[in-house]
């Protein structure tokens, strides 16, 4: 167990902020401010905790906690001192300097050379605490924290705990597909195979959205417009076509497919259209690590690189989807990739991305920046500049047409998905997480830099920064 000792209740605080983040590192944390183990247990004799269950004492030391008037705080840190000696453990106390407090204000047994300085910001001061644990091995669970969490968030906003009721709107990333062709053709290929990959391979040149099955190709574009581009090579016929709703349940007699199979022809189909309707308004490719491309918006496309839009909650606002990145002398881009999700309602989740490139042209595009540069854009900041994206490619209408041959197309709807709850978080708690969007122009980012770089949570930022294939709708204005 870890014991932080503090002021009280001038460094509660700061004592929350600590006490959190190791218990999401993993570890039983102890302090008064809760009488918390876990965020279950309670202890009521201090010196007891110290004496049988303490493995470090995390004092925090600040200008309120010198104070001559400090008793029960010096009483805790009397204690820690001598169960130190008695345990033979250097490293037992492990003072923490959080604030301007001068180092001759420390008790005289405190060596300046064991304390922990929070000058450089309390991530950096908390990263050498864990360190200590960790070298000291103090046990440290990695089991599932919520619960304790959950037991310092009532300590730190007691008020916040429960739901209001009102209405609350969620804002999900997918983009209802409006429509899409009734029909859907199998085009037989009139010539020996070199192998069975190559219908694949022949669908996967071709300039029309398509795909190989068995000897077959697979499209919605008429026969000519399909035989056209590999008429020298490739002959090809018009076998067969069936309705789309049959061809999702499964085909027919005729042409039995793997309701699986169908569906992941039709994501192939519809990923191929959306890459060729971006690419024909001006939007340039990244290849992303799972051979699929982000498209990104190149400087100078869109007056001032600025695009205003419409938000779900009707609010209007504009953002740059492109700008100088000057701490490493690139340009960042705003880009998108989208997939089709073919259960019911079929609909394109658009994935946001970040793509830097090089003015010189030196360097080839990459995406390596984003932790460092947009580690403090949330989903307000994420969801506005998808808005202005898809504003961009649907030319301000209310749909947008992708390209699946020359009489046919998906019309996707340019608004996302979105429902109304009829509860809400506490507006106390919304308004300490967030600041209201004006009405007009660019929404406020949030400053959240107080809580980010926080090494108990560097796992979760990881999975943070994957957050691109979340499916969970995110929570609006």
Same mark, same amino acid.
């Given at each position: 167990?870890? $014991?932080?000792?503090?002021?009280?209740?001038?460094?509660?605080?700061?004592?929350?902020?600590?006490?959190?983040?190791?218990?999401?590192?993993?570890?039983?944390?102890?302090?008064?401010?809760?009488?918390?183990?876990?965020?279950?247990?309670?202890?009521?004799?201090?010196?007891?905790?110290?004496?049988?269950?303490?493995?470090?004492?995390?004092?925090?030391?600040?200008?309120?906690?010198?104070?001559?008037?400090?008793?029960?705080?010096?009483?805790?840190?009397?204690?820690?001192?001598?169960?130190?000696? %008695?345990?033979?453990?250097?490293?037992?106390?492990?003072?923490?300097?959080?604030?301007?407090?001068?180092? /001759?204000?420390?008790?005289? /047994?405190?060596?300046?050379?064991?304390?922990?300085?929070?000058?450089?910001?309390?991530?950096?001061?908390?990263?050498?605490?864990?360190?200590?644990?960790?070298?000291?091995?103090?046990?440290?669970?990695?089991?599932?924290?919520?619960?304790?969490?959950?037991?310092?968030?009532?300590?730190?906003?007691?008020?916040?705990?429960?739901?209001?009721?009102?209405?609350? %709107?969620?804002?999900?990333?997918?983009?209802?597909?409006?429509?899409?062709?009734?029909?859907?053709?199998?085009?037989?290929?009139?010539?020996?195979?070199? +192998? %069975?990959?190559?219908?694949?391979?022949?669908?996967?040149?071709?300039?029309?959205?398509?795909?190989?099955?068995?000897?077959?190709?697979?499209?919605?574009?008429?026969?000519?417009?399909?035989?056209?581009?590999?008429?020298?090579?490739?002959?090809?016929?018009?076998?067969?076509?069936?309705?789309?709703?049959?061809?999702?349940?499964?085909?027919?007699?005729?042409?039995?497919?793997?309701?699986?199979?169908?569906?992941?022809?039709?994501?192939?189909?519809?990923?191929?259209?959306? +890459?060729?309707?971006?690419?024909?308004?001006?939007?340039?490719? $990244?290849?992303?690590?799972?051979?699929?491309?982000?498209?990104?918006?190149?400087?100078?496309?869109?007056?001032?690189?600025?695009?205003?839009?419409?938000?779900?909650?009707?609010?209007?606002?504009?953002?740059?989807?492109?700008?100088?990145? =000057?701490?490493?002398?690139?340009?960042?881009?705003?880009?998108?990739?989208?997939?089709?999700?073919?259960?019911?309602?079929?609909?394109?989740?658009?994935?946001?991305?970040?793509?830097?490139?090089?003015?010189?042209?030196?360097?080839?595009?990459?995406?390596?920046?984003?932790?460092?540069?947009?580690?403090?854009? $949330?989903?307000?900041?994420?969801?506005?500049?998808?808005?202005?994206?898809?504003?961009?490619?649907?030319?301000?209408?209310?749909?947008?047409?992708?390209?699946? =041959?020359?009489?046919?197309?998906?019309?996707?709807?340019?608004?996302?998905?979105?429902?109304?709850?009829?509860?809400?978080?506490?507006?106390?708690?919304?308004?300490?997480?967030?600041?209201?969007?004006?009405?007009?122009?660019?929404?406020?980012?949030?400053?959240?830099?107080?809580?980010?770089?926080?090494?108990?949570?560097?796992?979760?930022?990881?999975?943070?920064?994957?957050?691109?294939?979340?499916?969970?709708?995110?929570?609006?204005?």
């Amino acid at each position: 167990m870890v $014991f932080v000792s503090h002021a009280t209740p001038e460094d509660n605080a700061i004592t929350a902020w600590y006490g959190a983040r190791l218990t999401a590192a993993g570890y039983t944390v102890w302090t008064d401010l809760s009488k918390l183990l876990g965020g279950e247990e309670t202890w009521q004799d201090i010196a007891d905790v110290l004496r049988a269950r303490a493995r470090k004492a995390v004092v925090l030391f600040s200008r309120h906690s010198v104070d001559a008037a400090k008793d029960g705080f010096r009483a805790e840190v009397d204690r820690a001192l001598a169960l130190r000696k %008695l345990l033979g453990d250097r490293r037992f106390v492990i003072p923490v300097r959080t604030d301007d407090v001068p180092y /001759t204000d420390l008790p005289p /047994t405190i060596s300046n050379k064991l304390v922990i300085s929070a000058d450089d910001g309390h991530a950096a001061a908390l990263a050498r605490v864990l360190r200590v644990l960790e070298e000291d091995q103090v046990p440290c669970r990695k089991d599932d924290q919520t619960n304790a969490l959950r037991a310092w968030q009532k300590v730190l906003a007691p008020e916040h705990s429960t739901l209001e009721s009102g209405k609350d %709107l969620l804002v999900s990333t997918w983009y209802p597909i409006l429509r899409l062709p009734k029909q859907i053709r199998f085009f037989d290929i009139g010539r020996p195979l070199a +192998n %069975l990959t190559e219908p694949a391979q022949i669908a996967s040149d071709h300039p029309i959205p398509m795909v190989g099955y068995l000897r077959r190709l697979v499209a919605f574009a008429d026969w000519d417009e399909a035989q056209e581009p590999i008429a020298e090579t490739t002959p090809i016929k018009l076998d067969y076509e069936m309705t789309l709703d049959r061809f999702l349940v499964g085909g027919d007699d005729k042409v039995p497919l793997d309701r699986g199979e169908a569906r992941k022809m039709l994501v192939s189909i519809l990923r191929q259209s959306f +890459n060729l309707f971006a690419e024909s308004k001006g939007l340039e490719p $990244f290849a992303l690590s799972d051979k699929k491309n982000a498209w990104w918006m190149p400087q100078g496309v869109i007056s001032k690189d600025q695009q205003s839009f419409t938000r779900v909650s009707g609010t209007k606002g504009y953002r740059n989807l492109c700008g100088q990145y =000057g701490a490493r002398e690139r340009i960042w881009h705003f880009a998108v990739s989208a997939v089709a999700l073919v259960d019911e309602p079929i609909r394109m989740k658009i994935t946001p991305h970040l793509v830097y490139t090089d003015p010189s042209g030196a360097n080839p595009p990459t995406a390596d920046y984003r932790r460092s540069h947009a580690r403090l854009w $949330f989903n307000a900041k994420w969801r506005d500049l998808t808005y202005a994206m898809i504003h961009y490619l649907s030319g301000g209408l209310d749909s947008f047409a992708l390209p699946l =041959g020359r009489e046919a197309s998906a019309e996707v709807l340019a608004r996302p998905l979105s429902m109304s709850l009829d509860f809400r978080p506490p507006v106390m708690c919304e308004n300490r997480a967030k600041k209201k969007t004006d009405a007009e122009g660019d929404a406020a980012d949030l400053d959240m830099a107080d809580f980010f770089d926080d090494p108990a949570f560097s796992s979760l930022a990881e999975d943070r920064d994957q957050g691109d294939e979340n499916d969970e709708a995110e929570r609006n204005e």
